[in-house]
């Protein structure tokens, strides 16, 4: 709790003061000016590109009305930074804009920023300015990211070319079940899971950790990544299509964490949700063969785990996914959208 919070509790804090108490604070570069002026201003090293981003997250859409305003935070700065390692780019300043309702308690401002200070920390991202404004609708969140990379190194969707393989970080589908958990939470028992499995699960919904101990390995090895946020099969679709590529991807090769296979052994047809939901936040790189064996070590070095699951081949924007069996699954649905 910050100080004086007792104090003002109750008070309504302008939005200067707002500002002031909990965004400042994150504002350590000397680039925000103190969040006292009207604009950052950036300086960007010799041989450098900027890379920029921009997410937003609703109440209600990415996020729920009650989970924890620490994890809004996390997250909302989490899937930017998830963007920036998907190009092989690190994390340099961000821009936060937030419409909230007039009433928004104090409480969840010191939440929210501590959220955001905890992903500063680990990654070395800074708050360089945003906007604050009441909102009769619901609580939105839009942050804008700048990353670094050398010039000519960003990592493009387009780059994939046929015979890479492809490789997903971390486990897939944990965040879908977590958000199904919040809403009924007596899928819990239906799918056999104790209390650890439940927590990890909604822990991966609300606080998906940035891979960025992917960012070097993809800036060297990867001809092509893209960050999974809409279900995996349809982001490896919009990589395969935007490269002029296909792409098959085997489901035995897919990783999923142990919760989510106590789930699948319960449900078996949850796999094709685990395999198209959103909200996963993980990275896909296709790597050439040649460098397969270097994109592993220098990950296994950084300590991320990646997993190969198929293939960049077959005709241009087509994605199968093979079963088994060897067969090939059909899908009702390859990803989220919003429209
Ligand atoms: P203006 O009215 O000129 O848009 P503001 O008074 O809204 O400026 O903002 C003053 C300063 O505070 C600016 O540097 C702006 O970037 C910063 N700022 C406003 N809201 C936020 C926020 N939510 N997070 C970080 N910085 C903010
Ligand atoms: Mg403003």
């Not at 982001?235 to 990783?255: F, I, M, N």
């Not at 790597?287 to 005709?315: C, D, H, L, N, Y």
């Not at 924007?317 to 699954?329: H, W």
Request: with cysteine; aromatic share 6%; hydrophobic share 45%.
């Amino acid at each position: 709790m910050v100080k004086g919070l007792e104090r003002v509790e109750g008070e309504r804090l302008g939005e200067f003061e707002i500002i002031a108490r909990y965004f400042a604070p994150l504002a350590t570069d000397k680039a925000a000016l103190g969040l006292r002026d009207d604009a950052a201003v950036l300086v960007i090293s010799e041989g450098y590109e900027l890379i920029a981003t921009c997410d937003t997250l609703i109440e209600g859409v990415h996020f729920l009305s009650d989970d924890p305003p620490d994890s809004i935070g996390y997250k909302a700065l989490s899937v930017n930074l998830s963007d920036l390692a998907a190009k092989g780019a690190r994390g340099h300043a961000y821009l936060l804009s937030l419409a909230l309702p007039r009433e928004t308690p104090h409480a969840w401002f010191e939440g929210f920023s501590s959220g955001l200070r905890e992903l500063q920390e680990a990654t070395g991202i800074t708050l360089v300015g945003g906007d604050t404004t009441a909102s009769p609708g619901p609580l939105t969140i839009t942050i804008t990211a700048l990353g670094l990379v050398a010039h000519g190194h960003a990592v493009l969707r387009h780059g994939a070319k046929t015979g890479d393989r492809l490789y997903v970080s971390g486990t897939i589908g944990d965040a879908c079940l977590g958000l199904r958990l919040l809403k009924d939470p007596a899928l819990a028992s239906a799918w056999d899971l104790l209390e650890e499995d439940m927590a990890f699960l909604i822990d991966r919904y609300r606080r998906p950790k940035p891979r960025t101990e992917l960012v070097i390995p993809i800036r060297n090895f990867a001809q092509g990544a893209i960050d999974v946020s809409d279900g995996l099969v349809g982001d490896v679709e919009k990589l395969a299509r935007v490269s002029h590529v296909g792409a098959v991807v085997e489901a035995a090769r897919v990783p999923f964490s142990s919760a989510a296979q106590k789930a699948l052994r319960r449900e078996p047809q949850l796999l094709e949700t685990l395999l198209t939901a959103g909200d996963d936040y993980e990275l896909v790189a296709a790597v050439p063969e040649a460098s397969a064996p270097a994109f592993e070590a220098e990950a296994q070095a950084k300590g991320a785990s990646v997993t190969m699951i198929g293939r960049i081949a077959g005709p241009s924007g087509d994605v199968r996914v093979l079963r088994p069996d060897g067969e090939p699954l059909a899908l009702g649905r390859k990803g989220f959208t919003h429209f």
